[in-house]
């Protein structure tokens, strides 16, 4: 069973461009979520989604920020006109439906992205 | 909200020798769920051990332990016997019980972490 993926692992964009970071939970996996690290920070959760929906957004900036887990196809996280600030590591990470009480969220490798 | 606290920016021991990582929480809830999760240097995120807060029972996987403290809101991990592949970056995370319907969960709250360096 393949683990959680990430593409692209490192995004190069310039100022004003959209970035756009995929995430393809574990096999069986309905529940996603998106987190931020800054430089030497912890994570910092954005959003969490079931497929089709979007259940908590709280982490999330208002604007240029939007995230998506269609019915078929990876979870999309979509930053319109980067600025620096955008430059982290954004992790993924996927848990199944509730087969336990602990719900864990198995992570990604991450996509480190670098606005120039 | 629930805040997470690591107030060891880095720490530094043995091969062999035994360390503790030191977290404390902010809740006003009762069930909750914490976590120590390793990141090496490639960042992955790795699970090292977790706790139930109603279980009062201190959590163990191999070397590594916890101290839960319920009432003090504390959190820390123990590493012992610590071998050079322990070297990470060590996250303390706080996590809701699951309210949403579908089975879903909050999102974790993530501590700053501690930098844990491994001497020869």
């Known amino acids: 069973n393949a683990g959680v993926m990430q593409n692209p692992r490192h995004l190069v964009r310039r100022r004003g461009q959209e970035a756009r970071l995929r995430c393809s939970p574990m096999?069986?996996?309905?529940?996603v979520y998106w987190y931020r690290q800054l430089p030497e920070e912890g994570l910092k959760f954005m959003v969490y989604?079931?497929?089709?929906?979007?259940?908590?957004e709280s982490g999330m900036p208002k604007e240029r920020f939007s995230a998506e887990f269609p019915k078929e196809g990876p979870s999309i996280l979509r930053i319109q006109q980067v600025v620096r600030g955008d430059s982290a590591a954004y992790f993924c990470?996927?848990?199944?439906?509730?087969?336990?009480?602990?719900?864990?969220?198995?992570f990604g490798p991450g996509t480190r992205l670098t606005v120039l | 909200a629930q805040t997470v606290t690591q107030s060891q920016p880095e720490m530094s021991v043995q091969e062999a020798e035994t360390v503790t990582l030191s977290c404390t929480y902010d809740t006003s809830e009762s069930d909750y769920y914490l976590f120590w999760y390793k990141q090496p240097p490639s960042r992955q995120m790795i699970l090292v051990i977790r706790q139930e807060a109603y279980k009062q029972q201190n959590a163990t996987e191999n070397r590594f332990s916890v101290n839960f403290q319920k009432a003090a809101k504390s959190f820390s991990l123990k590493i012992s016997d610590s071998q050079l592949g322990d070297a990470a970056m060590y996250f303390c995370?706080?996590?809701?019980?699951?309210?949403?319907?579908?089975?879903?969960?909050?999102?974790?709250?993530f501590g700053k972490g501690t930098h844990l360096i491994i001497q020869p």
């Open positions: 989604l079931q497929k089709e929906n979007i259940i908590d």
């Open positions: 990470a996927s848990s199944p439906l509730k087969t336990s009480s602990y719900n864990e969220q198995f």
């Open positions: 995370a706080y996590r809701s019980r699951g309210k949403y319907s579908g089975g879903g969960a909050d999102g974790l709250t």
């Open positions: 096999k069986g996996h309905s529940h």
